[in-house]
């Protein structure tokens, strides 16, 4: 059989890029509100969310060590998308972590050129960097062209780790978009000498007094240490201790804050003692005369919203494409758990908990900011959501027929939340943010806050943030993936929004490929496990798959399920299995085919089955079927 080469070159990517369905343009963010002073971000950083902030840190520690990527790598990859989606701190902090690492200034000063994956002369590291230079800008597009160039360069546990490491960092990115970070002095000395005519900016991220000056960067020594801690108190041949500890006070350590080192919790509403003013009575937090003591003063103008008033949502379009995306339900299956259970603890404390927010306002939330974040998965998931929690508030979680429309005509309304007649203006402003964040670089300001202040508490607003960082890699890694999203979600928003031009895009997938779970039925389950005494598998009860263990012999950071030499720490890389290390193998993924073959035939070195249907390459070859085409064996 004659196959017809496919193109998995940087250029014929970026011109499928170039082809794909441009959101509208946001109305540009006014100059006033770019110059109003930033509130204290002390009290309202989200660290202050210790539980939560902890989770962040995990991950983002663990995702950087060496693992299938070195953590030089990864850095390089990081800096790149951080400069991109414009994070002056995590810019900063990236590129002295290189520095620390012993990367020459101009390598580094190199990594911000607007054409600096054309450089590269590396196919294999073009590939990652094309995709960092999606990741990087929001609304994300992951088309399967994009996936074939990673599949023809990398294993799928590579890419999954590649993809983890991206949507962590765009919670991380979001984060300091929302809350500018204050830059530690250290850092900012060195990027102030090396960075400015690169195109970093310190200025919203410069510390405007003591208090706000952070104590050290999470970088060099101090992150080393870290991972050291994490690592030697995670048992990851125990499914009931799967939750690695931070040894340390890492969050006061990073923040310079005096966060109270106990998340106590005596009446287990969710809000933690320093915040709860009633900490025996549950969900009566809010003592007297705190929401007044946080409106903004009268010299501050209100939010303008015709400003900001812009078209968020645009429905998903089908890309035509020559190649399927295969296997992708098995990416997330194979991320690297450590870093995984950090963002998975993020996501349930956040969205699977009510505490100075309902689960009906964090779930419109999380449904505005992935309208506007183009993740169609998560639309699908947030409009389920805000469903399956209005129906725990019924007897036998069951709405009544009656009500059914105004629930429906609510989930509709905010396609358009600015003229809902269902929206508070207070949820309008925290909206506002939802939406605002969406899109990286971001377009929240220090006004943004402002409105929120006039409304929420110092503890909701922090909440109202952290909702928005689990978002950011929610939306991320879902994107990311094009993941496909689980039945009764995708079916019940069909049904409610379709009638609205909502279309489910690349994220209808196969009954094959569909998850068993939407995000409220898998918490569900892990209670009911734990209650029962079983012990939970988060990561495997969520994907549908089971999901390896993190044991790791040779200490080299790839788990033993995806190491080819799992007691020597210099080799890893063997993808068939057959001992020959994947840099001395002429068939990488030994399917009969030779790389070069594979190379020129448009198949995937890496992967015995390009097209996910289950039937080798080399037989599809012999058989007279496409072996990039899932519908053909």
Same mark, same amino acid.
């Given at each position: 059989?004659?196959?017809?080469?496919?193109?998995?070159?940087?250029?014929?990517?970026?011109?499928?890029?170039?082809?794909?369905?441009?959101?509208?343009?946001?109305?540009?963010?006014?100059?006033?509100?770019?110059?109003?002073?930033?509130?204290?971000?002390?009290?309202?950083?989200?660290?202050?969310?210790?539980?939560?902030?902890?989770?962040?840190?995990?991950?983002?520690?663990?995702?950087?060590?060496?693992?299938?990527?070195?953590?030089?790598?990864?850095?390089?990859?990081?800096?790149?998308?951080?400069?991109?989606?414009?994070?002056?701190?995590?810019?900063?902090?990236?590129?002295?972590?290189?520095?620390?690492?012993?990367?020459?200034?101009?390598?580094?000063?190199?990594?911000?050129?607007?054409?600096?994956?054309?450089?590269?002369?590396?196919?294999?590291?073009?590939?990652?960097?094309?995709?960092?230079?999606?990741?990087?800008?929001?609304?994300?597009?992951?088309?399967?062209?994009?996936?074939?160039?990673?599949?023809?360069?990398?294993?799928?546990?590579?890419?999954?780790?590649?993809?983890?490491?991206?949507?962590?960092?765009?919670?991380?990115?979001?984060?300091?978009?929302?809350?500018?970070?204050?830059?530690?002095?250290?850092?900012?000395?060195?990027?102030?000498?090396?960075?400015?005519?690169?195109?970093?900016?310190?200025?919203?991220?410069?510390?405007?007094?003591?208090?706000?000056?952070?104590?050290?960067?999470?970088?060099?020594?101090?992150?080393?240490?870290?991972?050291?801690?994490?690592?030697?108190?995670?048992?990851?041949?125990?499914?009931?201790?799967?939750?690695?500890?931070?040894?340390?006070?890492?969050?006061?350590?990073?923040?310079?804050?005096? &966060?109270?080192?106990?998340?106590?919790?005596?009446?287990?509403?969710?809000?933690?003692?320093?915040?709860?003013?009633?900490?025996?009575? !549950?969900?009566?937090?809010?003592?007297?005369?705190?929401?007044?003591?946080?409106?903004?003063?009268?010299? &501050?103008?209100?939010?303008?919203?015709?400003?900001?008033?812009?078209?968020?949502?645009?429905?998903?379009?089908?890309?035509?494409?020559? !190649?399927?995306?295969?296997?992708?339900?098995?990416?997330?299956?194979?991320?690297?758990?450590?870093?995984?259970?950090?963002?998975?603890?993020?996501?349930?404390?956040?969205?699977?908990?009510?505490?100075?927010?309902?689960?009906?306002?964090?779930?419109?939330?999380?449904?505005?900011?992935?309208?506007?974040?183009?993740? &169609?998965?998560?639309?699908?998931?947030?409009?389920?959501?805000?469903?399956?929690?209005?129906?725990?508030?019924?007897?036998?979680?069951?709405?009544?027929?009656?009500?059914?429309?105004?629930?429906?005509?609510?989930?509709?309304?905010?396609?358009?939340?600015?003229?809902?007649?269902? !929206?508070?203006?207070?949820?309008?402003?925290?909206?506002?943010?939802?939406?605002?964040?969406?899109?990286?670089?971001?377009?929240?300001?220090?006004?943004?806050?402002?409105?929120?202040?006039?409304?929420?508490?110092?503890?909701?607003?922090?909440?109202?943030?952290?909702?928005?960082?689990?978002?950011?890699?929610?939306?991320?890694?879902?994107?990311?993936?094009?993941?496909?999203?689980?039945?009764?979600?995708?079916?019940?928003?069909?049904?409610?929004?379709?009638?609205?031009?909502?279309?489910?895009?690349?994220?209808?997938?196969?009954?094959?490929?569909?998850?068993?779970?939407?995000?409220?039925?898998?918490?569900?389950?892990?209670?009911?496990?734990?209650?029962?005494?079983?012990?939970?598998?988060?990561?495997?009860?969520?994907?549908?798959?089971?999901?390896?263990?993190?044991?790791?012999?040779?200490?080299?950071?790839?788990?033993?399920?995806?190491?080819?030499?799992?007691?020597?720490?210099?080799?890893?890389?063997?993808?068939?299995?057959?001992?020959?290390?994947?840099?001395?193998?002429?068939?990488?993924?030994?399917?009969?085919?030779?790389?070069?073959?594979?190379?020129?035939?448009?198949?995937?070195?890496?992967?015995?089955?390009?097209?996910?249907?289950?039937?080798?390459?080399?037989?599809?070859?012999?058989?007279?079927?496409?072996?990039?085409?899932?519908?053909?064996?």
């Amino acid at each position: 059989m004659q196959l017809k080469p496919i193109a998995h070159t940087v250029s014929a990517v970026a011109a499928l890029l170039m082809s794909t369905v441009v959101f509208a343009e946001a109305p540009p963010v006014p100059e006033v509100d770019q110059a109003m002073p930033l509130y204290d971000r002390h009290k309202i950083d989200i660290s202050n969310l210790r539980d939560f902030y902890n989770a962040l840190l995990i991950s983002d520690a663990m995702i950087h060590a060496d693992a299938m990527f070195d953590a030089e790598t990864k850095w390089r990859l990081t800096l790149r998308q951080m400069f991109l989606a414009g994070s002056g701190h995590h810019t900063a902090r990236s590129a002295y972590q290189l520095s620390k690492m012993g990367v020459p200034v101009e390598e580094i000063r190199a990594i911000f050129a607007a054409d600096y994956v054309a450089t590269l002369d590396d196919a294999r590291l073009k590939a990652a960097f094309t995709y960092i230079d999606l990741m990087g800008r929001y609304p994300i597009m992951s088309p399967p062209e994009l996936h074939a160039q990673l599949r023809t360069n990398y294993t799928d546990r590579q890419i999954a780790e590649l993809m983890q490491l991206a949507s962590i960092n765009n919670a991380s990115a979001t984060h300091d978009a929302v809350v500018p970070i204050a830059t530690d002095q250290e850092t900012l000395d060195w990027a102030n000498e090396n960075l400015v005519d690169v195109g970093w900016d310190p200025s919203r991220n410069a510390s405007t007094s003591a208090e706000e000056q952070r104590a050290n960067p999470f970088v060099g020594d101090a992150l080393t240490e870290a991972v050291a801690e994490i690592d030697a108190a995670w048992q990851r041949d125990d499914l009931g201790a799967v939750e690695p500890t931070l040894a340390s006070d890492w969050v006061n350590f990073v923040t310079g804050y005096d &966060v109270p080192t106990l998340t106590f919790d005596g009446d287990r509403d969710g809000i933690e003692e320093p915040f709860d003013a009633f900490p025996t009575a !549950v969900l009566d937090w809010e003592g007297e005369g705190l929401r007044q003591l946080n409106i903004p003063s009268s010299d &501050v103008p209100p939010f303008d919203v015709a400003a900001y008033d812009y078209t968020y949502f645009e429905p998903a379009k089908a890309v035509a494409s020559g !190649v399927p995306y295969s296997d992708r339900q098995r990416l997330d299956t194979n991320w690297p758990r450590q870093a995984a259970i950090g963002t998975l603890a993020m996501d349930a404390y956040i969205l699977q908990a009510e505490r100075t927010m309902d689960f009906d306002e964090i779930w419109s939330l999380f449904f505005v900011y992935q309208l506007a974040s183009g993740c &169609v998965h998560c639309q699908a998931h947030g409009a389920f959501g805000i469903y399956d929690y209005s129906e725990d508030e019924y007897f036998h979680d069951e709405i009544p027929d009656e009500d059914l429309p105004e629930l429906i005509a609510y989930i509709q309304s905010l396609l358009d939340f600015e003229r809902s007649e269902f !929206v508070t203006p207070a949820m309008k402003a925290a909206m506002r943010v939802a939406r605002d964040s969406a899109r990286l670089p971001s377009r929240v300001t220090a006004a943004h806050i402002e409105e929120l202040r006039r409304y929420y508490t110092d503890r909701e607003i922090q909440e109202i943030f952290a909702v928005i960082v689990v978002n950011a890699w929610l939306s991320g890694s879902m994107q990311s993936v094009a993941v496909v999203t689980d039945q009764i979600s995708m079916a019940f928003t069909q049904r409610t929004l379709g009638p609205k031009g909502w279309k489910a895009g690349a994220h209808i997938g196969l009954p094959s490929e569909q998850r068993p779970y939407h995000m409220s039925q898998f918490f569900d389950r892990l209670f009911a496990d734990m209650n029962s005494g079983k012990v939970p598998d988060g990561a495997s009860i969520w994907t549908g798959i089971d999901v390896p263990l993190a044991i790791d012999n040779d200490g080299d950071g790839v788990e033993n399920e995806f190491d080819g030499f799992p007691d020597d720490p210099n080799r890893w890389a063997d993808t068939d299995g057959d001992g020959i290390e994947d840099k001395l193998d002429n068939d990488i993924d030994g399917d009969g085919l030779n790389n070069s073959v594979e190379l020129s035939a448009g198949t995937f070195p890496y992967k015995a089955d390009s097209d996910g249907d289950g039937v080798a390459d080399m037989a599809e070859i012999n058989d007279g079927t496409d072996p990039l085409d899932p519908n053909t064996y």
